[in-house]
């Protein structure tokens, strides 16, 4: 396995800036980012695996937060996200979570699939909200269908809050990347933990500087 469940580390810098996390080197394409990015060829992405996933909000809108000094601030849109990217492991038993954070107007998470229903669930879960689920199935979606999954149920809930059925709230594509090594594993670590330091140069922020 890839390491254990890792919450979004919410800190600061308060030494100054010159102290502050350096921006990990890993290649990174804006371009690719704000779009589905090309599968590889008769690859199976119901696998087990590591996955590093970017999904943005509709024309990069920041309605989920905002940061200052380094620190995310989310608001009630952006907890609500955080909720249901958690409910996402809690529904599916052969998912767990690594590193993720909720940005302003994006997610960037390492999601692992594994290779059973290994942690003991009952085979349901209470959704944000309340209702209880159907039994999950054994067979593993594939990446896509939990990102679906997890873009349904988090607009659904954001509607209900801003009162406005049948908006959306995310871009329809994402950005995905499949881990290949631990060390590429622990630079996608740093660059989640280091997001929100290099926010005024985010390629996805759009009244930033990069």
Known sequence: MYGAVREPRRTRCDDGPTNCPKRPQMKYDSERHNRRSIRLMDYDYSQSGAYFVTICTTDRASVLGEISDGQVSLNELGEIVAETWQWLERH???????????????????????????????????????????????????????????????????NEIRKSPGMGLWQRNYYEHVIRSEKSLNAIREYIEANPFHWQDDPENPDGVG
């Open 92 to 158: 599916y038993e052969y998912l767990e979570l690594d590193e993720w954070l909720v940005m302003p107007n994006h997610l960037h998470a390492i999601v692992v699939i594994g290779d059973s229903l290994c942690r003991g669930a009952s085979g349901s879960a209470l959704i944000p909200g309340g209702s209880r689920t159907a039994p999950t199935a054994a067979r593993r979606k594939p990446l896509g269908r939990l990102i679906g999954s997890f873009k349904t149920v988090s607009t659904k809930q954001i």
